[in-house]
């Protein structure tokens, strides 16, 4: 015999049978639309020079608190990077400027030697040897950069495993430099967002644009001197070291080196599935979705999965609140 | 359409689910679905189980309450096909039957 008793959570034997059905999970379907354009995934090595020069004398550096912070760390990076960047500039002589593409005009006249661009890797690997040095930087960029200038880059598809990662520590720096992807794709690109207003126009442009094609100085051979004392006599100015390396993660490191590897193709498929398996891929969603978003040029937005038919409460079931006793 | 004997001073907890007609389950947070309530006697409130995917509802009555009072549970979903806006609505009316 059944009697309902006040006062407790028993669940009636309908409820538990209920309970008992596993729930099922509507599928999660991404809307993407692919705009795939040529300059946004692909870098050369003059962009990033060029991203340098620009970025450096950035104005939005002005509003950046922590500015005065890593000025010194910025200053022995420069030094480190300034110098043998000198030597591989080359300076065409015909200015060939047009008023309204002054930043284009900036990348048209800087060229690096291809051939040696290996001298950059050794350029970070000696950054990497000073421990003072690297304690104050992030390590990872430094890592990065010494990977990809190198030229040594993971040769396998990795995206499934890059994506579940946790972030490197310390102790794993000898694994990150055998698969340095594995620190990128976790733990830089989040800040992706810095990327567009990078380009958007800031007037500042025009500060390197006429220091870069003045006569003197193109003439005078005294390219690495002049940037030099620009970088010297201007610190206040400067982006912040970690927010300029930050940038040439997002817009060229990582992309160029996954493109390398995987594909494009690869790649935004992988960003698909880890977009749609949420659960298993929590950490990285928000990279993902801005860098499938850098890719693309558009935004994947989750989109609740389309009824069939009609929708409809089911199933409704009273929670008991009596104890059930059987006499 | 069922119906609860329910002591005046009890707490009623329903448990439901949403369905399509493909057996898929969705909730409201989940699938731009709206629920609210009309009762005579009560008030309420949802809340889900987004683990299990059910959906829980409160209900208390009033102070003083007829001897058969109703509930009803409403389901309004938008969804936009393409470039058509598709509405879903459900009702479910629950009559309450109250004991003294």
Known sequence: MWQARK??????RADRRWAAIPA??????????LKITQESVIPTPPLIASAFLYHLI???????EKCAAVSRIFKEYSWQLVFPFGDLINILEEPRFSTYDEYSSSINYISIVSSDISVFGSCFSDLLSQPLLIADFQESSLLLLLTYFSGEIPGKNIYSVLLRCDPLTGSDIDAFVQSSLLFVLNGLISRLNLFTASF???PSCEIITTFLVSKSLLFSGLVSSKISHELFSNLILFTPYSQFLNFLWRKSLILKTLIEIGGLHSLIGAILVELGSSSEFKKASEFTTEILTLLTSSIPLPKPAIPYGRIFFTDITRIYKYLIDLK | MPSYYLFSDETLVLRFQIKDENNSIYLPSEANVNLSYQSDCGVGEFSEDKENKYVYFYFKPNASVPEVGYLSLHLNGTVQMGEREVSFRDVEKIYLLFKS
């Open chain 1, 7 to 12: 006062g407790t959570a028993t669940l009636f």
């Open chain 1, 24 to 33: 099922v999970t509507p599928s999660l379907t991404i809307e993407v639309f």
């Open chain 1, 58 to 64: 950035s104005p939005a550096s002005l509003i950046e």
């Open chain 1, 200 to 202: 958007s126009g800031f």
